[in-house]
């Protein structure tokens, strides 16, 4: 009856991973666990952890079925060994193998964790972060945001150990009321400095004309808040002032001017649509194109509103510009001689004058021949 004798509990440990038949322990009853009439037995919640051989026990595991500590509960294998003389139980020892952690899996970030994140660009914040303490997991910004720059960020965050994990986070920037309206369309101060300079609107209105709504120059009066991600509600004033309606304080001003005219009957006209000029080639830098009798060209064109016909509002010029003429404001011609080849002919398509209180416009054809020195 003493054969089931010496055995105690076993407590032992063994490394995940490791390879079926890795020794556990020792059996340490009496008698040898073959002989007649003495059965052991495993039982237990992980005794198929389990196998005997001889007067040891060994780990039970397989290529699919790998000893994984993240997949037992506490990370102890329990286990109960009986042994039996003549079928009739002897004794029952615990069996309880620690399973120790080995390095085998990747870092992961933890979905409770992960929080949609809104910033505010007046925070003393950027897209530009850091983390203060390695193992705090804590994202830190550093710099001033600017929504108007960019409105998402993204930045990839890292783990280092023996495996390397990595998570991409996007910051969505919320605008901050930080920017004072301005009028379009807006001119930049420069390219490095992100101020518009507010536009003149020019409008121009005959005498005698009453209850007309004014177009203007270079478009209609119009402003938006300097802030695109709040696009706060504004108000407009006679004084040509835009100021946000939550916070007066925020305003813009841009210059009106209204030019009162004389009534405009008659656009400008050229006396002939296409003039004929002869200028001399020669190694000075500029000479004045001239005409039959070696008169003056002079490209100008009248305006019947006017007594004697001269409109002092009209401007000249060339379309499209060319490299080697250029009108004056008298409709003289000016050609650069150094750069003209003689027996050249040069057609410029439109010579125009343009009304610049009325915008309307004439235009001619001016037909140049370079002549050889000494050729009249």
């Known amino acids: 009856a003493g054969l089931c004798r010496g055995g105690s509990d076993i407590f032992a440990s063994v490394r995940e991973n490791s390879p079926k ?3 556990i322990s020792n059996i340490s009853i009496r008698a040898d666990p073959g002989a007649h009439p003495v059965r052991l037995c495993l039982t237990g919640r992980n005794a198929d952890w389990f196998y005997l051989e001889g007067r040891s026990i060994r780990l039970n595991s397989s290529a699919s079925r790998v000893l994984d500590r993240e997949q037992v509960i506490g990370s102890i294998l329990k286990a109960e060994l009986t042994c039996y003389e003549d079928d009739v139980i002897q004794s029952q020892n615990r069996i309880l193998v620690e399973i120790l952690n080995v390095n085998d899996n990747k870092p992961r970030f933890l979905q409770e964790s992960i929080q949609k994140l809104s910033i505010s660009e007046l925070q003393a914040d950027t897209w530009f972060f850091r983390i203060e303490v390695p ?3 804590e994202v830190v910004l550093s710099k001033p945001l600017d929504y108007e720059s960019r409105t998402r960020l993204q930045l990839e965050s890292n783990t280092k150990e ?7 986070l996007t910051v969505h920037i919320q605008d901050g009321d930080d920017q004072y309206p301005h009028f379009l369309p807006c001119t930049l101060v420069s390219l490095s ?3 518009c300079m507010n536009p003149v609107y020019t409008a121009n209105i005959s005498q005698k004309h009453q209850d007309q709504v004014l177009e203007f120059s270079p478009g209609p009066i119009k402003a938006q808040d300097g802030d695109r991600g709040i696009n706060c509600p504004l108000t407009y004033s006679i004084l040509s002032q835009v100021s946000q309606v939550d916070d007066p304080l925020k305003y813009s001003m841009a210059t009106v001017l209204v030019r009162v005219l004389g009534e405009n009957m008659f656009p400008p006209v050229f006396n002939r649509t ?6 001399i080639q020669n190694s000075s830098p500029a000479s004045i194109v001239s ?10 064109a009248s305006d019947p509103d006017f007594s004697d016909g001269l409109n002092p509002n009209i401007r000249y010029f060339l379309l499209p510009p060319s490299g080697l003429y250029q009108v004056t404001q008298e ?6 001689t150094d750069q003209l080849r003689a027996f050249d002919r040069h057609v410029l398509q439109q ?4 009304d610049e209180e009325s915008g309307e416009e004439a235009s001619a054809v001016v037909d140049v021949e370079v002549l050889q020195r000494g050729q009249a």
């Open 21 to 23: 038949g890795h020794f």
């Open 135 to 137: 193992n705090s997991g």
């Open 162 to 168: 023996k495996f390397n994990v990595s998570a991409i």
């Open 193 to 195: 400095v992100p101020v």
């Open 274 to 279: 296409t003039f004929k000029g002869f200028i």
């Open 291 to 300: 005409t039959y009798g070696n008169q003056v060209l002079q490209v100008q």
């Open 331 to 336: 409709g003289v011609l000016i050609g650069r």
């Open 351 to 354: 010579v125009v004058a343009r």
